[in-house]
């Protein structure tokens, strides 16, 4: 049987500054078991096994393998918690049992780690939590060395249980604004109910007067319950913002709209403020056509000549993923996002965009690149419009055609279903010509 491997990305890396060789390329994988956001029963027992590799051009080492609380810190970290201040009710330190604490592992050597996992009879209801974290022994001259450390979140859901989503919204703040930079907001949100689940939301940006400014979105994973997390969001005008105060209200959901909490906050503008320059930028004309890019290549949209109607400016800026509306149903969010600024209407011809997809966006589809398809939000409907995309599987690109420009993602579509009447009327369509050309064979040799 053939062994899959999924590689874990790092996750957190400790490094005491001094003076010796580099960092090890540490790296983890999962080989089986139920994986790191499980659904389990009480009573359950099973073993979980994970992969702990290093590079060929590392040095030779011991890995410890420990088993720790988990912890969310109000700046929206993870942090482990050790063993003697692991109190929270929620914990599932106690549950997991790894075979080693240490393995050695040689250069371009991959060892196995196996974890028994033990779910108690009387467990109770909601999600419980822990922290594996794996850290090589220290590298370096005297007292000072270099730690690689990967820490790995454990979520548990314990099967047959009630499980509560609720919390509140305890604060929001602002930096000041200074111009040439993005004026971030942070909501703090503590989880009051005894699971993990998705939040979504949005924070409205209005001026002294009401007039809404701006609406940023959010789609965040909730603390771990009893715990408070800053939710970030960055602020980035599409253009320079007139002095005076300004009202800033954010509210929280369910995925299903149930509000979760609300708070609101304020900034205020007391000089010239110019948001910071967008990474691509272009001039439309009518009577030319103009392609806007970035650096990089890997986001180009083409203008033909008779786009627009005036001359307007139009630039191009990363968007976090976090800050995404919600998917449509059945789609998921890969991790390429990002926003076109400075067109508010139709255009008079289509323009064609292409994005190269990357590793982390076809990872997101499960490898198959047909899944993957771009798809914009629409800011008049508050929908997602997805759109039909051309994937270039060679060129590793997404390509589709629009006449309007907003918030743009790539999104992994749902399996496409199968129509079973027409697939059950092909078969029957089969069976009946096999039967008649039988029936012919059968009447010929009789003749």
């Not at 419980?128 to 690689?148: D, H, M, N, Q």
């Not at 255009?347 to 994005?355: G, S």
């Not at 899944?371 to 270039?392: F, G, I, N, Y």
Request: hydrophobic residues 40%; proline residues 7%.
């Amino acid at each position: 049987m053939r062994k899959l491997y999924i590689f874990i990305a790092v996750l957190g890396i400790i490094a005491l500054l001094a003076p010796s060789p580099a960092l090890a390329s540490l790296t983890v994988g999962y080989l089986g078991g139920k994986g790191l956001n499980p659904e389990v029963a009480p009573g359950e027992s099973y073993t979980q096994t994970l992969l702990v590799s290093l590079g060929k051009a590392d040095a030779a080492t011991d890995v410890l393998i420990e088993v720790l609380g988990y912890g969310d810190s109000a700046g929206d970290d993870i942090v482990p918690v050790p063993a003697e201040a692991d109190t929270n009710p929620y914990s599932a330190r106690t549950f997991i049992l790894p075979a080693k604490t240490t393995v050695h592992v040689e250069p371009g050597e991959t060892k196995q780690a196996d974890f028994t996992v033990t779910i108690p009879a009387n467990v109770g209801n909601g999600g419980r939590y822990a922290i594996l974290r794996f850290s090589t022994a220290p590298k370096g001259e005297g007292t000072v060395g270099i730690i690689s450390a990967i820490v790995l979140p454990v979520r548990f859901t314990i099967s047959g249980s009630q499980l509560i989503h609720t919390g509140e919204v305890t604060g929001v703040s602002t930096s000041q604004a200074e111009s040439g930079q993005p004026i971030d907001i942070s909501t703090m949100f503590k989880n009051t109910g005894n699971h993990h689940f998705t939040i979504n939301g949005q924070i409205e940006i209005r001026d002294a007067n009401g007039k809404l400014v701006d609406t940023l979105h959010i789609t965040t994973s909730s603390p771990i319950p009893g715990d408070t997390k800053n939710i970030k969001t960055t602020y980035i005008p599409e253009s320079a913002l007139p002095l005076g105060a300004y009202s800033v209200k954010s509210v929280l959901t369910l995925e299903d709209g149930t509000i979760l909490g609300e708070a609101s906050g304020s900034f205020e503008v007391a000089e010239p403020y110019v948001p910071p320059p967008p990474p691509a930028s272009v001039t439309l004309t009518p009577d030319n056509a103009s392609v806007l890019e970035t650096a990089d290549k890997a986001i180009s949209i083409s203008f033909p000549k008779g786009a627009v109607t005036e001359q307007v400016d139009v630039s191009l800026r990363s968007y976090p993923v976090a800050q995404l509306p919600s998917p449509p149903a059945n789609f998921a969010v890969a991790t390429t996002c990002f926003r076109v600024d400075g067109l508010t209407g139709l255009l008079a011809q289509d323009a064609t965009v292409t994005v190269k997809y990357t590793a982390a966006d076809l990872d997101k589809a499960g490898g198959d690149a047909s899944k993957l398809t771009l798809a914009r939000w629409d800011e008049a409907t508050s929908q997602w419009s997805v759109l039909k995309t051309k994937a270039d599987k060679s060129a590793m690109t997404l390509t589709a055609q629009t006449n309007r420009f907003s918030i743009w993602a790539v999104m992994v579509s749902p399996p496409a279903k199968t129509n079973w009447w027409i697939y059950g009327g092909a078969i029957a369509a089969g069976i009946i010509i096999v039967a008649a050309l039988i029936a012919v064979l059968t009447r010929k040799k009789k003749v």
